[in-house]
């Protein structure tokens, strides 16, 4: 039986399953698409994501999802919107641990991916996050990565870090579930207006000042749904918040390098090639934050932007021209 099962084999999904198998786990991989399930298994290639890394032998696929469901550890990294269709499918068993690698909300419910995992699984098991500035890149490279393993119960996200960790993945813990799963949701947000800052060619400073305040924009919303403020001042926080808003290899800054550029957000989804959380996402975190009483006005503003209703100038004016008040 493989000791860990992977749903998902994107970018990411791909880098973390070869990441295990090459800790000497047993890892089954399910992927919607059958050919690329057949290519892994006999050539060690994903087609679609990663084709120029060779794959651990001990990673092996399946296009059955009944196939990976009686593992110890079932790992979720999948777009956001597929939440809804897979998650009501996982009949895992109670001492099961789900662990979400998933950075999006689910529309509907407007939950994180373990808020509606909670709610819609068919049975109780464990769960757990795994959140940090990680580029899929740079893990299938060897380079040094630091994490975050999250759980309710300390004791499943020891194991959940000891399950992850090697000499060049490096995964801390923490109890905060809802802080660490917030950081790396919230994150995509900011880095769409970090990008457009930088595609009108407005300089690092105005960048800078971007992170920073998103950053606090994050942590009052954060609190309100029951995070620890500590949380956002960390890898899942900060650490993902700097690299997502200032790599140009980063999905969602890129979508905000496009549309301070003048392109449209409808043009840019349809051009992309993959999934940029942030747009899904900011319309639903205006909602969440309205409805506890908490000013976000980053996240307003690029939801405008994205919606045409403003222009990337507008933007920035309507931000800089906020009334004056006290940093914090």
């Known amino acids: 039986m493989p000791d860990i099962a992977v749903i998902g084999l994107g970018n990411w999904g791909t880098a973390l399953a070869n990441h295990l198998a090459m800790k000497g786990l047993n890892v089954l991989a399910w992927s919607i698409d ?18 120029e890394i060779l794959l651990d032998s001990k990673l092996r696929a399946t296009e059955n999802l009944d ?19 897979i998650i009501p499918k996982l009949n895992l068993q109670s001492n099961t641990c789900l662990i979400s690698a998933v950075k999006g909300l689910e529309i509907e419910s407007k ?29 299938v490279s060897g380079k040094p990565v630091s994490v975050v393993a999250a759980s309710n119960d300390e004791i499943t996200a020891n194991q959940v870090a000891k399950l992850f960790s ?37 300089g690092e400073s105005a960048r800078a000042a971007v992170i920073t305040r998103g950053l606090a924009e994050m942590t009052k919303l954060g609190v309100a749904l029951g995070a620890q403020k500590e949380t956002f001042f960390g890898l899942s926080g900060l ?61 307003e503003q690029v939801n405008l932007l994205i919606q045409g209703r403003v222009s990337p100038e507008d933007m920035v004016k309507n931000l800089v021209t906020r009334p004056l008040k006290k940093e914090f």
């Open 111 to 139: 939950s994180t991916p373990l808020s509606y995992a909670d709610q819609y699984l068919p049975n109780k098991c464990k769960l757990a996050v795994i959140s940090g500035p990680s580029f899929a890149i740079d893990l």
């Open 34 to 51: 059958e050919g690329v399930a057949d290519s892994i298994n006999n050539q060690h290639i994903n087609p679609l994501f990663q084709s």
């Open 239 to 299: 650490g993902d918040l700097v690299l997502t808003a200032s790599c140009d290899t980063s999905r969602n800054r890129t979508v905000g390098l496009r549309l301070g550029a003048g392109e449209k957000a409808d043009h840019i989804v349809k051009t992309l090639g993959s999934v940029a959380e942030g747009l899904r996402t900011a319309p639903i975190v205006l909602e969440i934050a309205k409805e506890k009483g908490i000013e976000v006005p980053i996240t």
């Open 166 to 202: 090697n000499e060049w993945l490096k995964a801390y813990i923490s109890t905060d579930v809802i802080g660490v799963e917030l950081g790396g949701i919230l994150k995509n947000i900011i880095a769409v207006a970090a990008g457009v800052a930088d595609g009108m060619g407005l």
């Open 67 to 85: 196939e990976v469901l009686n593992c110890e550890y079932v790992l979720l990294v999948l777009p956001s919107k597929a939440l809804s269709e």
